[in-house]
């Protein structure tokens, strides 16, 4: 699976951003898909994803303002973030886990790091007041 992330950059707190994921060699077997962050001296942490049975689960820190979708038909995830914080700083990364990673978990967002099947590159997002 390679993916490949675009659309960071550097916005005004209260602005919006569009990320991109274009992903390819996904497997036929279902996956979840999710965006996770990672802040600069921070853990990376999830936040949003699809899961494998449809569900979307959003952080609690961007429910509300952030919102992932996808184009099936050209294997794309969208993350729209809106109402961008200062705290929203952080290189977003896309992630991709099969369902066998997957079993046993509730959400993508608590897998742990280690066990993700594939990411991103990063795009770099900067807030400014």
């Known amino acids: 699976v390679d993916l490949v992330e675009s659309g960071g950059g550097s916005v005004q707190a209260g602005g919006s951003l569009r990320l991109s994921c274009s992903a390819s060699?996904?497997?036929?077997?279902?996956?979840?898909m999710a965006w996770f962050r990672q802040a600069p001296g921070q853990e990376r942490e999830g936040v949003a994803a699809?899961?494998?049975?449809?569900?979307?689960t959003y952080a609690e820190s961007v429910k509300g303002r952030f919102t992932i979708s996808r184009d099936s038909a050209k294997n794309i995830l969208y993350l729209q973030m809106n109402e961008l914080k200062v705290e929203d700083t952080a290189t977003y990364y896309c992630?991709?886990?099969?369902?066998?990673?997957?079993?046993?978990?509730?959400?993508?967002?608590?897998?742990?790091?280690?066990?993700?099947?594939?990411w991103g590159q990063g795009t770099l997002v900067t807030v400014s007041s």
């Open positions: 992630a991709a886990a099969s369902d066998y990673v997957l079993n046993g978990f509730d959400s993508f967002l608590s897998v742990p790091l280690v066990a993700v099947d594939a």
């Open positions: 060699g996904l497997p036929h077997s279902k996956i979840g």
């Open positions: 699809f899961e494998r049975d449809g569900r979307i």
